[in-house]
């Protein structure tokens, strides 16, 4: 069975940062693509970025390219979200996902989620 659980979440002023956990169990991150995506209250899910399973090239979207970085430890089978000079907006739940099956920026392409972790930023 695969797990998927988020950490690193909490409350961060304007101009923070914080990073992010995803730790996996029941599934390889070094052979299946991760991403991460967000929610804000009575909004979509957004696409934030992705890490590819095969060389680790990174896609981001614009929203947070410059800011965000997210990196992988094998031996861990842990991801990363590093979230720097966070803004109000960046306030959401984030969650990662695992194994794609089509587009990766689209959220119901992907097979499995953690449960998410809420990162709140105040201005």
């Known amino acids: 069975q695969v797990q998927l659980v988020e950490s690193g979440g909490g409350l961060v002023q304007a101009g923070g940062s914080l990073r992010l956990s995803c730790a996996a169990s029941g599934l390889a991150f070094s052979t299946n693509t991760v991403g991460w995506f967000r929610q804000a209250p009575g909004k979509e899910r957004q696409f934030v970025g992705t890490i590819r399973w095969s060389d680790g090239t990174t896609y981001y979207s614009d929203a947070v390219k410059g800011r965000f970085a997210i990196s992988r430890d094998n031996a861990n089978n842990t991801v990363y979200l590093q979230m720097n000079s966070l803004k109000p907006e960046d306030t959401a739940v984030y969650y990662c996902?695992?194994?794609?099956?089509?587009?990766?920026?689209?959220?119901?392409?992907?097979?499995?989620w953690g449960q998410g972790t809420q990162v709140t930023v105040s201005s």
């Open positions: 996902a695992a194994r794609p099956s089509g587009a990766y920026y689209v959220s119901t392409t992907w097979n499995y």
